[in-house]
């Protein structure tokens, strides 16, 4: 006879409970959670570029993002094939609009020189080949949400 008691005891409990945090909404009836969220899920820079950004660098570790900046950085990438050599990349994306200069990428290069990570130049048709690539996954995802 204890349990059906206890289980009303607990239901009636976490009904007022719930009834008394869905009044602490805050002003005009919106709980504050919905503002944190909408400020969470808006980003300060082109969401097609971020997310192509995003896509193209997704074989490499993640070590910092901020989308309000606009600033993607990678950790270092060793490609299994080329062990001897790692990447670290940078993007920023400059601006709101799909545009192609508004995103930038810088790359660090290293080499592996008797077990030493040594300082290397950096080709510049590589990160230019990463703008593109990043530049054409972006429109691709706008073509695809403006027909889709």
Do not use: H
Not at 100 to 105: F, I, K, L
Not at 106 to 111: G, H, K, P, S
Not at 127 to 134: G, V, W, Y
């Amino acid at each position: 006879m204890f349990r059906p008691l206890r289980l009303a005891a607990g239901l009636s409990a976490a009904v007022a409970l719930s009834l008394s945090l869905s009044a602490c909404g805050g002003r005009g009836g919106k709980p504050a959670g919905d503002l944190a969220a909408s400020k969470v899920t808006t980003i300060g820079v082109n969401s097609y570029l971020w997310r192509a950004t995003l896509d193209t660098l997704s074989f490499m570790p993640l070590l910092q993002t901020d989308s309000n900046g606009g600033v993607i950085v990678t950790d270092w990438y060793v490609n299994p094939q080329t062990p001897t050599e790692r990447m670290k990349v940078t993007v920023s994306i400059l601006d709101q609009d799909l545009r192609a200069d508004a995103v930038r990428v810088a790359a660090l290069r290293e080499v592996n020189r008797g077990g030493q990570w040594v300082a290397s130049p950096v080709e510049a048709a590589t990160t230019q080949k990463l703008e593109d690539i990043i530049l054409t996954r972006a429109r691709d995802l706008r073509r695809g949400a403006v027909t889709g």
